[in-house]
C-alpha cells in the first residue's frame, strides 16, 4: 500500500487487491470488537467481494465474530424480488452472511416491495438512525460518478429514494441479467447525504475503467453531476485502489 500524496481525498494504492481486503478488513474486526459494536454499510458486487471473503476467512480460521454488527445495504433494484438472482437481497446473502454469523434481525435492506417507497424510504432513514447512524459505509463509483444509484443529478442534500437509472448504469448492468430489456429502470438508494453522515467512507476502485472517474473524483470541480465529488466534504474518507484504477492520477 503506498499513499498518494496532495489528493483532496486520502487515497492509497494497492499492487494486491487481497491486500486491498486485508487493510479494510483490519479496520472493520477493530470497529467489530468495540463494546458499542459496529453499524456496517454494505455495498454489493465485484468491488467489495474480496473484502466480504476476507470478512469469512477471519469469521472460519479466527473465530471473529460478526453477531453484534448491524448492517444496512445500500440499495436495490425496484421490481426484483428478493431471491432473484440478480437482486443484492440474495447477493449479499449468498456472498456474504451465508459465510459469516450475521444476525438476520440486524441486517436491513432498502423496501423495494413496498406500494409506497417514499414512505419506505422514510422508514430507512429513521432505522438507520435508530441504530446510532453508520459507523463504516463500504462503497463503490461508477463510472458516471454514481455512489449508491445516486446518478448524475442526484443532490448533496438527497436522502434514500427511489431513483431512475442511467443509462450506464443499466448497461453495464445487461451482461449479468442477460439483456438490457431485463435490467430494472429504477432503484431504492441511500441518497448522497446519508452517506456522507456515516462516520468512516471506505470508498473502493479497480480496474482500468475506473481510472477516469477515479481522476475526476479527486479534480474535478464539485457537483452534482458528479456525485463522487461531493465524498470530498467528508472528515474521515478514504480512497482504495489497485494499480490500474489509479493509472491516470
Keep these: 500500500m503506498r499513499p498518494v500524496p496532495d489528493q483532496l481525498i486520502p487515497t492509497f494504492v494497492f499492487d494486491d487487491r487481497v491486500e486491498l481486503a486485508r487493510v479494510l478488513a483490519d479496520e472493520v474486526e477493530q470497529l467489530v470488537a468495540r463494546p458499542a459494536g459496529l453499524v456496517l ?39 426484483l424480488h428478493a431471491d432473484h ?66 446518478e448524475p443529478g442526484s443532490a448533496r442534500d438527497s436522502r434514500t429514494r427511489a431513483v431512475e437509472l442511467h443509462p450506464w448504469t443499466r448497461e453495464d448492468a445487461a451482461a449479468a441479467f442477460g439483456a438490457l430489456e431485463l435490467v430494472p429502470q429504477r432503484a431504492v438508494t441511500m441518497g448522497v447525504a446519508t452517506i456522507l453522515a456515516a462516520r468512516r467512507l471506505r470508498v473502493i476502485a479497480l480496474g482500468v475503467k475506473k481510472a477516469g472517474i477515479v481522476r475526476e473524483t479527486l479534480r474535478a470541480r464539485q457537483d452534482s453531476s458528479l456525485p463522487s ?20 492520477l
Design 41 to 79: 454499510g454494505l455495498a454489493t458486487g465485484s468491488t467489495p467481494i474480496d473484502t466480504y471473503r476476507e470478512f469469512a476467512r477471519r469469521h472460519r480460521d479466527s473465530k471473529l465474530s460478526f453477531a453484534r454488527v448491524t448492517t444496512f445495504n445500500l440499495d436495490e433494484f425496484v421490481g
Design 85 to 150: 438472482a440478480q437482486s443484492f437481497r440474495r447477493w449479499t446473502r449468498e456472498n456474504l452472511f451465508a459465510h459469516v454469523d450475521f444476525d438476520a434481525t440486524r441486517t436491513h435492506f432498502p423496501d423495494v416491495d413496498a406500494r409506497d417507497l417514499a414512505a419506505a424510504s422514510r422508514a430507512y432513514e429513521d432505522a438507520i438512525r435508530a441504530a446510532g447512524g453508520i459507523d463504516l459505509q463500504i462503497l463503490g463509483i461508477g463510472r458516471n460518478g454514481h455512489i449508491g444509484f445516486n
Design 229 to 248: 465529488t461531493w465524498l470530498r466534504d467528508h472528515g474521515d474518507v478514504r480512497l482504495y485502489l489497485d494499480r490500474e484504477a489509479a493509472s491516470a
